[in-house]
Each structure stands twice: as C-alpha cells, then as structure tokens.
C-alpha cells in the first residue's frame, strides 16, 4: 500500500509539464487515472494502462495504453485514443506521440469530430502548438456517417493528399483535392481552402452565382466579403451582364455599442424604355441605380431614433434588374425619433414615397415633419381614465395642395359591468383640427386657414351568454354602440390625404369613427348591431362567427360623394371562421348591400392537411365602388400546395390568378428542395406574367446547391 502511494506522490510529479513561453499558463498539474501504473525512476518513464485517463488543463486523453517520459516530455498513447480539445473538438487514433502538454505531436489513423459534427479522417497527422494538424492522405465532410453501413460515403466529402487545419487562421486549407458525391468524383482543385466551423465571418469571396435572365441576358456574380473590423463589413458584389454590361452592387454593415447601420445599392449604365409593353420610348446610357437602408440607435432608456432609406432611380429599375428582390408598388422612405415612458410616447417622422406603378400617377406626397403625442391615463378609483392625442402634419404635394395640420384630442373612457352581466363603456372625446391649406392649382378661394372642433360620445355594449354542453362551450354575445356628433364636420376646404380610402368591413364596423387618418371624421349620429358567436371544443377544435351593420340617422352628401360612407344603412358585414382541428382551417369574410344582399366583397382563405400534404388558398372578390375610383373591382384566386415526402424532400407550388375578365395568370412557381444536415439543393421554377416597357414576362429556374462550411452555387435561366 505504501509502495502504491509512492508512486501515486511521484507521477503527481512527474506529471507536472511546462508550457512552452508563448504567454500561455505554464506549470499545468496533470491528473492521472489507470487500472495500474508502474515507474522506472532511473529511466524517468511512467506506464499506465486499463481505462486509462489524463488529465492536464482543458485537454482529456483517454487510451488503453499510455506512456509518459519525464526526460524528453512525451506522452505515447495507443489503443482507443480519444483526446478532447478545449475548442469542443475530438480526437480519434490508435496511436499518438505528443508533446509540450500533448498540444504537438504525430498521430496516426486519426479521425476528428469538430464542434459542429464536422469530421476529419487520415492516415497520419501531425500536431504543431495544439492549433495548426497537418493531416495526409485525409478527407473532411460536415455529413452524417450512415448507422447500417459506416464504410458506406457519406453525401458529400473532400478528399486530398493533404488537409491543413488551422485553427488560429480559423481555415482548413487542401491541397490536391476532389469533391465527390455519394462517393463519385465531380470536381478537382490543386488548391482549395475554406473557413473552420468556429468562424462567424472572415474575408474571402463568397460563392459566385451565374445563369440567364430575359430582361438582361447571361450574367455572372462573384461577391467579395471583406471584414474591416469587429464592428463593420462590406460586401463588393459586381454583376457582369451581357446585354447592360456591369452592374457595380454591394452591402455596409456597421454595429455601434447602442445601434446599428446597414446599406446596400447598385449603379449601372443601362437603356431604359419608356411608356407602355407595345409602344416604347429608348432612353440611351442612363444611369440607373438603387439604395436601400436601415438605422437603429438606442440614446437612452426613453428615446430611440432611426431611418429606412428606399429609393430607386426610376420605377422599372428593381424589376428589370431583378437580383434585389421583388419590389412593392411602392417605396417609403422614413427617419425618426420617439421615446416611451410610462403611459407617454412621443414620436417624430419624417416621410419620403416613391411611386414604382405604371401609367401616369399623381404626385407621391412628402411628410416633414409629423409629430406625435399620446397619453392614457391612471384609472381613477371607478376605472375611468383620460387619453390625450395630439399631432402636427407638414404635408407637400405638388400636384395638388400643401397642408400644415395641426390636432389635439381629448378623451375620457368609463367601463361599467353590471351585476347582471352587461358591459358597457361610455366614452367622450373632443377633436380639434386646425389647418393651413395651400393649393397648387387654381383655387386660390380655397387657401388659408381652416379647421373644426368636433365632440363626439359614444356608448358601446355588449351582453356575453355562455353555455357548458357536454364537452363545448357556446358563445352568444350581442353586441350594439350609439354613436352622437355634430353633423356635416368636415368643411370642404380640408383637403382629403390619409382617408381617403374607407372600407367598411367587420374590423372596424363596431368603431365610432371608421376613417383612417384625420382628414376626415364620421360625423353625425349612428346605431351599430352585431352578433358575435362561437363554438368551442374542448381540444384544439372552435367556430366563431359575426355578423353586424351600421345605420346613420344622418346622410351627409359630402362624405358619400367623396370617400364612399353609406348614406343610411350600411352594408352588412361578417365572418366566420370554421377550425374544427389543427388540419382545417375555414375562413370567410362578406360585405353584402343592406336590401338584396348582392355581395360587394368575398373573400374566403382554406388551410387542410398535416405537414406530410397541406393545402392552403385564397379567393377575393371585391366589387367596385362608383363613390370611390380607389377601389375598382377585384377578383383574384392564390393556391398553394406544400409537401414533406419524407425527412429531407419537400415540394411547394403555388399560384396567383387575376380571374378579372381581362385577366390572367399573375405568377406560377414550384420550389423543390433536399435538405440534411450537410446539404441543402434547391430548385425554383417560376413564371412571372407582368410586364412593361422597360421589363417583359419572364421565365426563371433556379439551381441552388448549399454545402455546410463552404458556401452555396447558384445558377439560374431566364
């Protein structure tokens, strides 16, 4: 026993191995485990074997058989070596001879599992300072190894003669190497390097892309990533097209300890067609571009500041030059400041559109400043509270009038729930507008100041019955509001900006004022009804339903010649909405004419089936307006499949139809996609049917092949 612990006191001794003077900490204590060791003092070796486990800093080794000589510092390990690394890397080998605290060394058939599943095998490696192996005759591939068959290739791998990892340059490097797939070669590269899992971004070129397109020909991408430092980064990504030559695009990126700035944009010299798809104007070498941008800055734990910067050099550029997403009719521009505290919020605006629609269009407004304030209350002791809104408008339009708004309203809100189960909230509210109207035609009569003060009080009630049966509970809530102001408040010197458009649909049919914006208010006095109801399961399963309508006492000719308010009763809006699991989901919304119930707005949206095969689609139907030219009659149909044939094949198509009787398809496509855990292969086919002067219908498919650790190919045909 004693000579037990004497050997126990001299390998703690032996143990102890000096760093070498690289900064790193020196003198590491080593612990030992083995079913037996012996030493030989004067030959100054010590021998553990059986289960054998070191111990030195981070670094844990595991063999059947370890050696370790005092004299020259070398640990000799053979039989199911494992050695762990403080990266969260492991070794695997049947023989290793390592060094200066088992950081340099050679090893031989030694495999690798890196932090990330990753993996590495060689016929021999060798170790230098614990961050740089050396491995020959060597294969790495990110991909699973098969359960039933281990000697089976996994999906995809690189073989070469030789493999460099170097974990400080956080590169793997190759030389002399191939890809291959399912063990067949495809490609070969006498050099070759890519980044190590553990980097988040380096230097480098990124994957190129190539393919075709119809509107600018063949074109190639090779991006260039370039880490400037910790905080920031840009990407130069040039596109090289055959008909428009060199489109010079590119990303900034830069982080701030309380914010953040992105940009991205692109610059070309291109023609540009002007006018319609069939008649055509050429505007020779222009100089054609975008930019998009984005801030966010926290200055302190109340305010917040920020911009979104959207703008294009002509409304056809983003859809002819189609690499940078698919734009809306429209681009809004907005910087800004506002802050939160307590039941406060202030908010400071700045608005810049761009109209992206064909034809001719009016003048996009710009909005410098508008200026927010809102305020709620604390509940007083009965639960009544106050609300003040306050805001100031500076709008521009050239085409048609320039408007400085100024508005204050004031509010007071009082529930009351009575014994019998009524809920009823009584509320009162005070608006004051004042307005400096500008016009930019001739209407000089109408310029100068003008305003309203509008009080209005609203009741709105609700009377909830429920009923357990069973295992459902039932719904019956009606539910009706009385709404009283001053006839005729909108003068006609008020211009007609943010409400212009009004539908009345069951969102907002309960609402006292049904307008958007300020503009214009729901004058004089109007009773609402409506009927709520549902159908709940004691699972996932649930019907709900609506129904309601409007009838104002007064008809105001103004509002119903100029944004489409009824004149009496109102179109009778509803919903329902039928879930009966978590396969099916129904839904249906109506507005139908108060007399002959002809319908004016359809829509129903379906999703059925479970992630193996879900279906899922929208029908709208909306019929035109004769009061209000923004809302022209509509009909349109979107459908859309999606499938997960197994674990890693999946199918999605889907489908947009103008069903208009001069209508047509809008846009077809099909995305078929394999992933797994070291691969993604992507194909997207679609067919887009607008067009315009400067773009026409296109065809596109879309290859696009992602390798784990190494990047993406994408080629793709218009």
Known sequence: MARFANIIAALTVALVVSLPASGQETGLPVLIQADEMTQDQELGNVVARGKVEITQGERVLFADTVSYNQKTNTVTASGNVILLEPSGDTMFAEYVELTESMRDGVIRQIKVLLADNSRFAANTASRRNGTRTTMRKAVYSPCAVCQDDPEKAPLWQLKANTIVHDKTAQEIRYKDAWMEIYGIPVAYSPYFAHPDPS??????????????????????????????????????????TRDEGVVFAGEYRQRFNRGEIEFSGSLAEADRRIGSATVAAIREDEIRGHIFGRGRFELDDTWRTGFDLNRTTDRSYLRRFNFFGSPDN??????????????????GNVYLYQDLRSGLRPNTPKIAPLLDFNHVGLPSKHGGKYTVDASFRSLYREDTSDTQLLSLKLGYDLPFMADAGHITTFRATLQNDLYYVRHNVNLPEDDGVTGRIFPQVSAHWRYPFVRDSGSSRQLLEPVAAVIVSPNGSNPRKIPIEDSAVVEIDET???SADRFPGIDRVESGQKVIYGLNMGVFGSGNGQTTAFIGQSYRLHADDDLTR????????????????????????????FRAEDDNFGFKRNEVGFTAGTDALRFSGNYLFINDDPNDAALEEREEITLSAKTQIDDYWSVIAQTQRNLHENGG???????????????????EAERRFTEDADFGQSDSVVFRLSFKNLGSVATQAN
């Open 330 to 347: 429209s681009l809004e521009s907005n910087a800004f400041i506002e802050g939160f505290r307590g039941r406060n919020y202030a908010a």
């Open 665 to 683: 398809t809008i846009f077809a496509g099909l995305r078929v996609t394999y992933e797994d855990e070291c691969f993604i292969f992507t194909t």
């Open 562 to 589: 100029q944004v489409g308010i009824e004149r009496h009763l109102s179109n009778i809006v509803g919903r329902i909405d039928i879930r009966p699991n978590q396969y099916l989901d129904l839904l249906y919304r």
């Open 508 to 510: 907002n049919i309960l």
């Open 199 to 240: 980097v988040d971004r380096k230097s480098g070129f990124l994957t190129p892309s190539f393919g075709s397109s119809g509107n600018v020909g063949a074109f190639f991408q090779a991006p260039y990533f370039w880490v400037i430092d910790d905080n920031k980064d840009a990407t130069f990504a040039p596109i090289f």
